[in-house]
């Protein structure tokens, strides 16, 4: 079961460049999300999207853009990239029934992406 | 606002020990709580849940109470295995239906020595 897939896993970009995370899961999940993970902080969410079409800011959105086209694909845009996006990025997803059956919460996490800026 | 705060790590403990990671909370309502763990160079997994007071979560040895009166989400093994040795998060969710609401504590790691 391939689940959560992110590529690239691992990226380095000089400041000013831009780059593109591709999240796909094979779950039919309608919810699907952008953490960063940095040192000493945790997961922060920068956007989510609960289904096909819909995006919306997280915690930390600036700098980053999104596109959920189709249901299985959620893409994290750098625009021009910055040092202070060093960071660890997961997408997630989690599917309407769970939320309805009153479990959220329970996300499914891709392996993560490293990107380092320079 | 709701928070999460974990004891900070690391914690390194030696095989067959006690563990305990602390976890409190701050939320409105009635939210479900939950311990994610991260094995090295993987995604985090739900390790456990508890969705109301008094509910305890377990899986794989692991346990945590849900206790309001405290406001606490302690997770627990008896006896840890080296591979135990991870990154544990706590999370909480709250009482009201909300994609965006899921918030994380910064994480623990546990390194368990043979």
């Known amino acids: 079961n391939a689940g959560v897939t992110q590529t690239p896993k691992f990226r380095v970009l000089k400041t000013g460049q831009s780059m593109t995370l591709l999240c796909a899961q094979d779950?039919?999940?309608?919810?699907m999300y952008w953490y960063r993970q940095d040192p000493g902080m945790g997961l922060r969410l920068i956007h989510y999207?609960?289904?096909?079409?819909?995006?919306a800011k997280g915690e930390v959105p600036d700098g980053y853009n999104v596109s959920r086209l189709k249901k299985q694909n959620f893409l994290l845009g750098l625009e021009s990239a910055a040092p202070s996006q060093t960071s660890v990025y997961f997408c997630a997803s989690t599917d309407l029934d769970r939320f309805e059956r009153g479990e959220p919460g329970e996300l499914f996490f891709g392996e993560g992406s490293r990107l380092t800026v320079l | 606002g709701n928070s999460v705060t974990q004891m900070e790590g690391p914690v390194t403990l030696s095989e067959e020990a006690f563990l305990t990671i602390n976890c409190t909370y701050t939320a409105t309502g009635y939210p479900s709580l939950f311990w994610y763990v991260q094995y090295p160079g993987e995604g985090l997994q739900l390790l456990l849940k508890?969705?109301?007071?008094?509910d305890k979560g377990s899986n794989k040895g692991f346990e945590a109470t849900y206790r309001k009166e405290t406001t606490s989400f302690h997770l627990e093994k008896g006896s840890v295995q080296v591979s135990d040795s991870a990154v544990y998060f706590c999370a909480l969710s709250p009482g009201y239906s909300s994609a965006s609401k899921i918030i994380f504590g910064s994480g623990t790691r546990l390194s368990i020595r043979p």
């Open positions: 999207s609960v289904g096909e079409g819909t995006t």
């Open positions: 779950m039919n999940h309608e919810y």
């Open positions: 508890a969705t109301k007071a008094d």
